[in-house]
């Protein structure tokens, strides 16, 4: 008896060495298989989910089957809760089912209501340019409606118009007006787009107009084309609005997290964060087979399954560092989930020293890891590295045009001085071949290359390893427009600059 309980011992020993003998690059290659790979994607895009929207009773489904995959792998739930969810409400609002607007006597069926309750408005309006601030001075527009080009005078397409519309609203809130319009000039696929988007607005609630009182403001995004503009622009304007208002209700979501610690006596006390949101768009307007069903393949079930893939490794072969996964919801509504996480946090951010996200609208070039922000922390060369390993090279955000950095759930980390870049699948520029798929019906499962995710995942796993494992912790490269925000949260004392004679 006692020999054999030597043997077991012995071969136990033998084992435990041969694993930790193990190199990081093999370690990855153990796990990240492409069966798996498929199972996560095509159970995340199926039909049956809905396209994951925010607060849907799908986006719970998807919620639980990446709990119980994380259950399944050895990752423990969150402390706090003793789960994997971290749930909170959010604030809907639905589109008006009434909602008419005319403009000198010209209707106009293309409207989307940013704002509005139930009202009938008519009177006289002003028109002033893209209702900047300059645009108000020695202009009296108190108890008016505004009438102002979307967009700025730098940009006019749909993340202009998005992008500037909060401040537009103030400032006519501030100027006395009662409503604005927005006029814009999108092509019918990108006013399809917006609209979708816009067709179920979610916020958090305790952030919900803080900015704006007027509870009674009005407005809207009226699509139009260059010749109507260009009169609305030289006339005396009137308007009358009809609407039955936008419609509140109350939703229950939730991030997914799971942690597990780190090897290491000193390092553990540090959590590297692997990230993706799991939401998309939900059902939207049909495309020309019938489909109505936004699947969300690639934006985002690639990025959560690459967090599963990692989740599945560490929980194999932990790493030197703890390791924290988290699956954002809300991430198309706002990055919703990523806020409410580093405004309610679990672990704290200043243990949190590098978030390794992972999301995607497609990709155009498989020869490449697209990594969006790669040369902006000093974990570049452990990213390059693991990518190449794997016969793909990483290269940074070749369309700075696009603002991806801050698009994703990383910049919410970021802006806290987190640093956080965005492992995407390879694209070269944002063309055709992407907007295929972005925010697009046919984002199906079985349109992707599953023999190009396989070495994608396989990049990422080997990247965060050795990441989670370098003796030297990652930080944002001098100079960095976060480095300052990183020196607060980590309490560096930035050194000082030699005094010149």
């Not at 999108?186 to 107009?209: Q, T, Y």
């Not at 990709?363 to 570049?380: H, S």
């Amino acid at each position: 008896m006692k020999t054999a309980k030597l043997f077991l011992l012995l071969s136990a020993l033998t084992l435990n060495t041969i694993v930790s003998a193990q190199t990081d690059t093999e370690k990855a290659t153990k796990t990240v298989d492409k069966n798996k790979i498929e199972g996560h994607i095509y159970f995340l895009a199926d039909d049956a989910l809905n396209g994951r929207a925010t607060g849907s009773p799908e986006l719970k489904i998807a919620a639980s089957y990446l709990a119980n995959t994380l259950r399944g792998y050895g990752i423990q739930p969150n402390p706090v809760t003793n789960s994997y969810y971290q749930s909170f409400k959010l604030s809907q609002t639905a589109q008006p089912s009434l909602l008419k607007v005319s403009i000198d006597g010209e209707n106009y069926p293309h409207t989307i209501a940013v704002k509005a309750k139930a009202a009938s408005p008519s009177g006289k309006a002003v028109y002033l340019g893209f209702g900047s601030e300059e645009d108000y001075r020695g202009i009296d527009v108190k108890g008016k409606l505004i009438i102002v080009k979307g967009g700025t005078s730098e940009a006019s397409d749909a993340r202009a118009i998005y992008g500037s519309h909060k401040e537009k609203q103030q400032l006519a809130v501030k100027n006395g007006a009662i409503g604005l319009i927005e006029m814009t000039l999108l092509d019918e696929e990108w006013w399809s787009r917006i609209s979708h988007f816009m067709g179920e607005n979610v916020k958090i609630p305790d952030a919900m107009d803080d900015q704006n009182p007027k509870t009674d403001f009005i407005h809207l995004w009226v699509n139009t084309t260059p010749e109507k503009l260009d009169v609305l622009t030289n006339s005396k304007l009137s308007y009358s609005i009809e609407t039955d208002g936008k419609k509140e209700k109350t939703l229950i979501t939730q991030n997914v997290i799971g942690v597990l610690e780190g090897t290491d006596s000193k390092l553990k006390d540090e959590y590297i964060m692997y990230s993706a949101h799991y939401d998309h768009v939900g059902i939207g307007t049909p495309d020309a087979t019938g489909d109505s069903i936004y699947n969300g393949a690639r934006d985002n079930a690639i990025g959560t399954t690459a967090v599963l893939s990692m989740a599945e490794n560490i929980g194999k072969f932990p790493t030197k560092r703890s390791a924290i996964f988290i699956f954002f919801t809300g991430e198309e509504k706002g990055l919703l989930g990523s806020q409410y996480y580093v405004e309610n946090p679990i672990f704290p951010l200043k243990q949190i020293v590098y978030g390794f996200n992972t999301d995607g609208g497609g990709y155009n070039n498989t020869k490449l890891a697209t990594v969006i922000g790669l040369n902006r922390t000093t974990a570049q060369k452990h990213i390059v590295a693991g990518a190449a390993t794997f016969g793909l090279e990483a290269i940074d955000d070749p369309a700075p045009e696009q603002g991806l950095f801050d698009r994703s759930d990383n910049v919410s980390f970021a802006s806290k001085g987190v640093p956080a870049p965005t492992y995407s699948t390879g694209f070269d520029a944002f063309d055709d071949e992407i907007n295929k798929y972005y925010h697009q019906a046919g984002d199906e499962a079985d349109s992707l290359d599953f023999d190009y995710l396989l070495k994608f995942y396989q990049g990422y796993v080997l990247s965060g390893r050795l990441i989670a494992n370098d003796p030297e912790t990652p930080f944002w490269i001098k100079g960095d427009k976060y480095e300052a925000a990183a020196n607060v949260l980590y309490e560096i004392v930035p050194e000082a600059s030699p005094i010149k004679n």
